[in-house]
Nanobody
Framework: QVQLVESGGGLVQPGGSLRLSCAAS????????IGWYRQAPGKQRELVAR???????LYADSVKGRFTISRDNAKNTMYLQMNSLKPEDTAVYYC?????????WGKGTLVTVSS
């Protein structure tokens, strides 16, 4: 079955950096687009970034120039490098993919940006 497992979250000061990972299994990773979403307390889940099977990327305006999404097909893993973090980046970050028209989510990893 499809599994997505996020890791790398934590507490970081404003201006700091974190790298999130999403380990995928149960499908042909290299053939699927995959992405990061986040949900802050009291807010709706929103797209952060997506990367296609061919490596094309899409970013939310709020993270452009600060976050970088990437994938390693040999390791079935997607990454999100987050730099210049702001308090408003505080959220649970989720990995997402669609396989055979079914939407799959990981359980999320919490990122807290605070001094």
């Amino acid at each position: 079955q499809v599994q997505l497992v996020e890791s790398g979250g934590g507490l970081v000061q404003p201006g700091g950096s974190l790298r999130l990972s999403c380990a995928a299994s149960g499908f042909t990773f290299s053939r699927n687009g995959i992405g990061w979403y986040r949900q802050a307390p009291g807010k709706q889940r929103e797209l952060v970034a997506r990367i296609s099977s061919g490596g094309s990327t899409l970013y939310a305006d709020s993270v452009k120039g600060r976050f970088t999404i990437s994938r390693d097909n040999a390791k079935n893993t997607m990454y999100l490098q987050m730099n210049s973090l702001k308090p408003e980046d505080t959220a649970v970050y989720y990995c997402n993919t669609v396989v055979d028209y079914m939407n799959y989510w990981g359980k999320g990893t919490l990122v807290t940006v605070s001094s």
